[in-house]
């Protein structure tokens, strides 16, 4: 740890809701240092960053330990209401940028508010330093930026907001909560480097939250790993990364993707095809309903996927992907192109042919919360998937709570589990609900949109290792739609990149991950993080 005088210090801290949640919790974190807390969801990470900037609920209160500030001043106790100095001293970047902005307040209004508030600006004095402390985060256009509404800005330019309004009143502390976890590699890459320059800058001590020890690797230079709201493991990052010794640690670092299973056998027919697909939204329209102006989401693509292969859909976000993944299940209508079903055009009118292939082809999708019907049980959700398999209109009650239970004991789970809602589940758990359901159909082709996405490390691989299973028990074919490379590298064998709504390579994985041909796959890979420490 470095001789200078720390401007956060946690001492023994200890959290608790009914029952303690944080337990004896100890760190600091250094001017133009940063201190990263790791761990996986419920490990009190989040729990430990809201109780410093003063942000407990009601239901939660600080039993012991305390938490000082800048000049060595108590700002959180068990005597008292929180003393924290938020916006001025301390401020925080949220994982959601979405959620944190009004979505019906231009950006720059949102920012201007607590130079206001805070540092008593006019309205023209705040509007101008908007526009600076935006340059500083290097916003594109900062002077029109500044009227735009939070929908209007991509993921990574509504988080250089959220930094912009944090850096507003010259605080001394940053608390990060996993602002890049749901940003693409590229951007995750910007906003990392971007961060890194802004500490030099104004020597700001960063305490960084995160689950990726990969993006601990690039920007902290202290970590503390936290374990059922217990601190197991603290020290200099490369020494803690490179040298564990807690058995949590050397657990969370195996857990980083890897390839799961050898590659499968591929059989020569083709069992889903896209031919020359395309796909266009009217942007705009004259006075007569004429279309003047076209956003083409995917632009002449062409994609097979053969019995049992497990094939990669890469790309940024934006890049169509998603919609080509859609158009692939026939929830989208192509404006050109032919999707084929076992060489069969796939015809949307055809009520009874789609019936069959849906089926046939079943999503997984991100968010397996949204996903499950909240008022429905487990087992009963199960229980309609199954009786719309081939023979599921035959099966009795009984027979389908049977196989509910043996859906269940596949991905990994209990039958028992049949009667508890979906909120009695953690997300790495709904997740293998949601994977059952769409295997008690008997599909042949799973099309999974980011479906891994939103777990930790620990959870994530289970998962990958789960999905490589049933696909070799199966024989399915996989189109597995990410932008962690690493993830699309464990799991797929050929793998296509996509940018602007086209196939900009395609290959094996070893070939596109150890000799791809194309620019923009060379930057994707370069940008992954733990590529290399962070230098600005």
């Known amino acids: 740890m470095p001789q200078t005088k720390p401007v956060l210090q946690v ?13 004896g919790v100890s760190f600091d974190v250094f001017p133009g240092k940063t201190t990263a807390i790791v761990g996986e969801s419920g490990s009190g990470k989040t ?46 970047v949220f994982q959601d940028p979405m959620s944190s902005l009004n979505p019906s307040m231009k950006v720059g209004k949102q920012v201007a508010e607590p130079l206001q508030i805070h540092l008593g600006m006019s309205k023209m004095e705040a509007r101008k330093k908007v526009i600076e402390l935006f340059k500083e985060v290097e916003l594109p256009e900062p002077e029109t930026s500044i009227d735009k509404y939070p929908h209007e800005l991509s993921g990574g330019q509504k988080q250089r907001v959220m ?3 944090a850096l507003a009143c010259n605080p001394k502390i940053l608390v990060a909560d996993e602002p890049t976890t749901a940003l693409d590699v590229t951007v995750q890459a910007t906003v ?4 890194r320059r802004l500490q030099k800058e104004r020597n700001l001590g960063i305490l960084f939250i995160t689950h990726d020890l990969d993006v601990v690797r690039d920007i902290a230079d202290f970590i503390v790993v936290m374990r059922k709201g ?3 493991e603290r020290g200099d990052c490369p020494e803690v990364l490179d040298s564990p010794e807690n058995a949590y640690t050397k657990e969370l670092i195996a857990s980083r993707p890897q390839r799961v299973g050898k590659e499968v056998e591929v059989k020569d027919d083709v069992i889903s095809e896209g031919r020359d697909l395309v796909l266009k939204y009217a942007v ?17 693509v062409n994609l097979k996927i053969r019995n049992g292969e497990r094939v990669g859909l890469v790309g940024e976000s934006g890049c169509g992907k998603s919609t080509l993944g859609r158009l692939m299940l026939g929830l989208e209508s192509p404006t050109e192109g032919v999707v084929f079903w076992k060489g069969e055009e796939l015809d949307l009118g055809d009520r009874q042919g789609m019936k069959a292939f849906r089926r046939g082809a079943q999503p997984v999708f991100q968010d397996p919360f949204s996903a499950l ?24 009650r009984a027979a389908k709570t049977k196989i509910a239970g043996e859906l269940l004991e596949e991905v990994g789970l209990m039958a028992s589990d049949l009667s508890r809602y979906p909120g009695a589940f953690s997300g790495g758990m709904r ?11 008997k599909p042949e082709l799973l099309i999974l949109d980011e479906s891994v996405a939103a777990l930790d490390l620990r959870i994530q691989a289970q998962i990958l290792t789960l999905l490589s299973d049933i696909q070799k028990k199966r024989s399915l074919a996989y189109l597995f739609i990410s932008h962690d490379l690493g993830v699309i590298h464990s799991v797929c064998d050929r793998i296509l990149v996509m940018k602007d709504g086209e196939i900009v390579e395609e290959g094996s994985a070893n070939t596109i991950f150890n000799s791809p041909s194309n620019s923009y796959t060379k930057h994707l890979l370069a940008s992954r993080p733990g590529m290399g420490k962070l230098t600005v």
Request: overall charge neutral; glycine content about 10%; charged content about 20%.
């Open 192 to 195: 990392l480097q971007l961060l």
């Open 11 to 23: 001492n023994d801290l200890v959290i608790a809701f009914d029952e303690v949640v944080v337990a």
């Open 163 to 165: 930094i912009a309004m």
């Open 47 to 92: 729990v430990t960053s809201t109780a410093i900037m003063g942000l407990l609920p009601s239901s939660g209160r600080v039993v012991s330990g305390e938490v000082r500030g800048v000049n060595g001043e108590v700002w959180i106790d068990a005597d008292g209401a929180p003393r924290t100095p938020m916006g001025r001293d301390i401020s925080m």
């Open 431 to 441: 997740q293998r609900i949601v994977l059952a359901r769409a295997l008690a159909v």
């Open 230 to 232: 217990e601190v197991v």
């Open 284 to 300: 705009k329209q004259n006075l007569f309903g004429k279309v003047v102006s076209e956003f083409v989401a995917v632009n002449r």
């Open 373 to 396: 019907n909240p008022r429905m049980t487990i087992g009963n959700a199960l229980s309609e998937a199954i009786g719309m398999s081939a023979d599921g209109s035959k099966l009795t």
